[in-house]
């Protein structure tokens, strides 16, 4: 048998030789200087050899990493071989050629490798019922805060440390709020890999709570004072034209801010004041029809004459084609100082809120939100649109954002007959 010093020692001739170890292992020492293992065995009564790897000594303080590391680059200590030996004449006694164990093991793992979290990502997406801007914006956010991370990596091979980074990244560059939303959508990429086995776990799980919890108060309903500083202040704010206007229609219809950016021209009849969503824009898959105040019909009119002739209503700036992008109001209100204090969802908050303490009915309300009927009875039952009472209660909402806009000294928002 091979002790590691008669094959450290070991010196080339001008010819290939062979030191035996025993059980068909034995060290190749080439003209070269090369040490190879190689492990002789029988199959089918056929003799084959299986190259194991070269033969290097472990250096001193090598940790199981660097030893790890050095083992896939294919050299192997005398133990070591002696391992690998055992290994393939493990699989020899099953009729399995080691040769060819080997190779479908490198085509399995380079397959692997090529599923990156990038591409189960796209497929994740595809797999989404939502509109075609939804996913570009979420697709967007992958792009920006996650796939430069682990976009590239094999999905079964990114682990808790990895998210960790994103989320701890993400945070600190782009705020809380996206920091939860890559959070989830990589867990839903995650969860896909799990179910189609091309990841074991996954890997959000372990630190899905290492975020601290936004302790900002952007969705909270506005005060009076708050809801006029702010239109004042976007107001003053130099921003593109269908920013402003995007921005105003979001408050006089309190629709979605998804719904209001993505809105076509298609949508709406300005001579009946009525603006039709689709179902396929509708969060709950339902067409939305909203009564438009007299000052939205106006701001509309007027936008007709900038945007009239593009299907968007607030087209993108480098992008015609396609609507404005999700985050334009954020970068505004980030502009003016409102980022923190004020998110565009809180709008509807606000608009509920003050339209209950007015005393109008919640059905309105609800109806205007285009919430769901939490009652089950009532939602088969109840397919009331109340479009001409919610066209007067959004007429004296409109009307109270102008006076409070300007300043005036409104004590309470009286609901009007």
């Known amino acids: 048998m091979l002790t590691d010093a008669k094959c450290r020692t070991a010196k080339p001739q001008a010819t290939p030789y062979k030191l035996p170890d025993g059980q068909g292992l034995y060290l190749e020492v080439k003209p070269n200087g090369v040490k190879a293992w190689r492990y002789r065995f029988k199959l089918a009564d056929r003799e084959s050899t299986f190259a194991v790897g070269n033969y290097g000594a472990a250096p001193a303080g090598e940790t199981q990493d660097s030893a790890q590391a050095r083992r896939d680059g294919g050299t192997f200590t005398l133990a070591e071989a002696r391992e690998e030996r055992a290994k393939a004449r493990g699989l020899v006694k099953q009729g399995i050629n080691p040769a060819a164990a080997r190779q479908l093991e490198r085509t399995k793992q380079a397959q692997a490798n090529a599923i990156t979290f990038e591409s189960v990502a796209g497929e994740w997406l595809a797999l989404k019922d939502w509109t075609e801007d939804t996913k570009a914006r979420r697709l967007d956010m992958l792009k920006r805060v996650v796939f430069p991370k682990i976009g590239a ?20 560059d782009n705020g809380p709020a996206v ?18 086995l091309r990841a074991a776990t996954d890997p959000v799980h372990p630190v899905r709570k290492a ?3 936004n302790k900002t108060q952007h969705k909270r309903a506005l005060a009076a004072e708050e ?15 269908e920013t402003l206007a995007a921005f105003r229609l979001m408050w006089f219809t309190l629709a979605r801010p998804s719904e209001v950016i993505e809105a076509q021209w298609a949508e709406f009849d300005l001579d ?4 039709r969503i689709p179902a396929e824009r509708m969060k709950l898959r339902k067409e939305h029809t909203i009564p438009l105040p007299t000052q939205a019909v106006a701001l509309l009119r007027a936008l007709q004459g900038v945007t009239g002739h593009q299907a968007h209503l607030f087209p993108g700036r480098d992008n015609r ?40 009915t919640s059905d309105w309300i609800e109806r205007q939100l285009a919430h769901a009927e939490p009652n089950a009875v009532r939602r088969t039952y109840n397919h009331a649109e109340y479009l001409s009472d919610r066209a007067k209660m959004m007429q004296s909402w409109a009307d109270y954002l102008d006076r409070i806009k300007t300043g005036s000294n409104v004590v309470e928002f009286r609901r009007t007959a």
């Open 153 to 172: 990596l094999p999905v079964g091979q990114v682990t808790p440390a990895h998210v960790l980074d994103v989320l701890n990244t993400s945070a600190k």
């Open 179 to 196: 920091a939860v939303e890559a959070r989830r959508a990589m867990s839903g990429v995650f969860d896909l890999a799990v179910s189609t």
């Open 211 to 213: 975020l601290p919890k």
């Open 227 to 241: 809801i006029g500083q702010l239109l004042r202040d976007m107001a003053a704010h130099p921003v593109r034209h």
């Open 272 to 275: 009946a004041a009525i603006w």
């Open 321 to 360: 084609t396609k609507p404005m992008s999700g985050a334009t109001f954020r970068q505004a209100l980030m502009t003016i100082g409102w980022s923190g204090r004020y998110s565009p969802h809180a709008t509807r908050t606000t608009g509920s809120t003050r339209l209950n303490e007015m005393g109008y």
